[in-house]
């Protein structure tokens, strides 16, 4: 009877021990957020609802689709000197209309989506963000560069909600570090969105009314409009292959994310997103070696 009191509590402790193992020690899973749903717009550099206008020699492009279309507009214009390479022009027709459906759904989810972090009232330029939902509860304004960092993660998505206008200032940028990449960064503006002149910009912009992409300015990704036109002038477009960026450096000491984090200082260490804690993995080990050992004194205690 005294040896099957021993078993059962000795069963007990080494069942305790393994789900607190197994507790401490958690799984590798990405926290990143998840890709909006393009759908048909996929193939569409440039979608518009009523009209297309173009000044100069706008050129529009990509593996990914180089089309461009209205729905339910029938105008296009600027198509020469334009080009359209990797696609075609559609005027409101079936392949056009639905883009224009898709843009609706991929519209909604974008807008729909748990926030992150609340980026009312601040000026982009300058921030390094990670995998999120940031929202703008007015206007948004890119001064400068702002950095997208995936932290290794291929699969990391960008959100953007702003509740009216996206303005860019001339010659700004934005910049994709670690693994980031230009399909997973989706802009959803709430009236309409301009690009100052000679901006390097990158994403998918949703516009629930117009675009106008100024003198010089250049897209990686797309530029989408659900109620009004989309103006071009002298714009490079590429809707291109989806490649991931290499990674480079960490971001120097004191650089402030989006999330307000802090990159900390040299010699301390933060957890990105996606990877274990080796100090937990340790900590693991040292319970699972306490559980053998256990094991091994009661054994030999029951066969004296």
């Known amino acids: 009877m005294q040896k099957k009191q021993i078993s059962f509590r000795f069963i007990s402790v080494l069942v305790a021990l393994l789900v607190l193992n197994v507790m401490i020690v958690p799984s590798k899973v990405s926290a990143a957020e998840s890709k909006v749903n393009l759908g048909s717009t996929e193939s569409y550099a440039v979608l518009a609802y009523s009209t ?12 990914a689709g180089g089309n461009i279309g209205v729905s ?3 105008s296009v214009t600027g198509f020469p000197p334009g080009t359209v390479s990797d696609g075609t022009i559609h005027l409101n027709d079936a392949d056009a209309i639905k883009a224009q459906s898709d843009l609706v759904t991929a519209y909604n989810d974008a807008a729909g989506r748990t926030v992150t972090s609340d980026l009312t009232g601040k000026d982009l330029g300058g921030l390094t963000l990670t995998s999120g939902v940031y929202h703008f509860s007015s206007s948004a304004q890119l001064t400068g560069k702002v950095t997208l960092d995936a932290q290794g993660d291929p699969d990391a998505a960008f959100i953007f909600q702003i509740g009216s206008t996206l303005t860019t200032a001339s010659s700004s940028s934005v910049s994709l570090i670690n693994g980031a990449r230009y399909c997973r960064v989706f802009w959803q503006v709430g009236t309409s969105a301009t690009l100052g002149t000679s901006t390097s910009f990158i994403g998918h912009i949703f516009a629930m009314e117009s675009i106008t992409a100024t003198k010089g300015a250049t897209v990686q990704g797309q530029l989408l409009a659900r109620t009004g036109a989309v103006t071009l002038d002298n714009n490079t477009i590429t ?28 010699g301390s260490e933060i957890t990105k997103t996606g990877e274990t804690n080796m100090d937990f993995i340790i900590l693991g080990f040292v319970f699972l070696g306490m559980s053998a050992g256990l094991t091994v004194y009661l054994r030999r205690k029951w066969t004296r």
């Open 72 to 74: 339910t507009g029938t």
């Open 239 to 266: 809707n291109g292959v989806c490649a991931a960026v290499a990674a480079t450096a960490t971001p120097a000491a004191g650089t402030t994310t989006g999330t307000g984090t802090v990159t900390p200082a040299s």
């Open 52 to 63: 297309i206008t173009n000044t100069g020699s706008t050129v529009i492009s990509g593996s």
